[in-house]
């Protein structure tokens, strides 16, 4: 398996615009997290899905932010509209199943909002 | 609510010296306790685990015991290789919130030569 995959790898943009993560899991996997990433906060889950429904968003941090999981093997996190604020890496994972504790990353979004 | 403590960084060693990294825990059930590894530019990666009180997970050298009477899981490595230098993130996940992960802070090891 290629592993979690996501794209793009690198996005600058201005603020203002919208912005749109996405994130392909690994294939069989029922769970998806969306994590951010910065130095100030380190690692904060900001939403994530079971079987492609949304399950706890609360760490969204507002509603310029909305993710979406349409079919098993495709997620999206959506800006709109970016702020420099939001600079950040933004992982994404998938687990197994509620037992297998074990997540997978992708290698992560770097997002400069200029 | 569960969370993870864990030391500031960034921690700087000599190639073999011996490397401590300390994480505590609090939470309200039985969780289990992970070691991740995040190297330049990729994802994190699971390193080692425990799932219950005085199992210790290994992996790559590195160790880590549940100690549930210190509500800690420290990370251990006798003899750090330059290939060892990576942010270290101790976290936690409890069955009963479905999966959720906690992760601390990160801690960054630099390996010199």
């Known amino acids: 398996d290629a592993g979690v995959i996501q794209s793009p790898r690198h996005e600058v943009t201005e603020m203002g615009q919208e912005v749109t993560l996405r994130c392909k899991p690994i294939s069989g996997h029922d769970y998806l997290f969306w994590y951010r990433q910065t130095m100030m906060r380190g690692l904060e889950l900001l939403i994530y899905f079971n079987n492609n429904v949304p399950i706890d968003d609360s760490g969204m941090p507002e509603d310029r932010f909305s993710a979406k999981m349409p079919n098993a093997s495709f997620s999206t996190l959506k800006i709109q509209p970016s702020e420099p604020r939001d600079s950040a890496v933004y992982f994404c994972?998938?687990?197994?199943?509620?037992?297998?504790?074990?997540?997978?990353f992708g290698s992560g979004t770097q997002l400069s909002v200029l | 609510g569960d969370s993870v403590t864990q030391m500031e960084g960034p921690v700087t060693l000599s190639e073999e010296a011996f490397l401590t990294i300390n994480c505590t825990y609090t939470?309200?059930?039985?969780?289990?306790l992970f070691w991740y590894v995040q190297y330049p530019g990729e994802g994190l990666q699971l390193l080692l685990k425990a799932t219950k009180a005085d199992d210790k997970g290994s992996n790559k050298g590195f160790e880590a015991t549940y100690r549930k009477e210190t509500t800690s899981f420290h990370l251990e490595k006798g003899s750090v290789q330059v290939s060892d230098s990576a942010v270290y993130f101790c976290a936690l996940s409890d069955k009963r919130t479905a999966n959720q992960f906690y992760f601390g802070t990160g801690t960054s090891l630099t390996v010199i030569p």
């Open positions: 994972a998938s687990s197994l199943n509620r037992v297998s504790e074990k997540l997978f």
């Open positions: 939470a309200t059930g039985y969780p289990s």
